[in-house]
Every structure is written in C-alpha cells, then in structure tokens.
C-alpha cells in the first residue's frame, strides 16, 4: 500500500483493463503535501481502494 503513491507504481487490477501509467496517486500525494494535508490508503473488502485527502483548515480574512 505504502509504495501506491509513488510515481509509476500500480497495484493489482481485478476488473478493467485500463492500463493507466500509475501517476494519479503520486500527484494527489503531491498535491495535498503542499498543502499540509494527508492521504491515506484503505482497502476495501469488496475490492478496490478507498483514497482519503485531509486538509488543514485555514482562517480566510475578507479582502477590503
């Protein structure tokens, strides 16, 4: 799981035949680090991943 957001890493596809280039995850995973965020990786029982993003929340001050 912990090499999934790693550039060009993919994991196994049960269904589909999409072959993707195993960037999608690594750019979310950039992203979000900007940020000061998180991302974490689940497995779902039936299948599949269960990505989740946590952004800190930041105080916004009205312009003007």
Known sequence: ???LTEPFQRGQ???GTHAGTGLGLAIVKSIVQA???RVALTP???GGLRAQVRLPAR???AAG
């Open 44 to 46: 779902m029982p039936s």
């Open 59 to 61: 105080n916004r001050i």
């Open 13 to 15: 596809r049960i269904r």
């Open 1 to 3: 799981m912990a090499t």
């Open 35 to 37: 940020h000061d965020g």
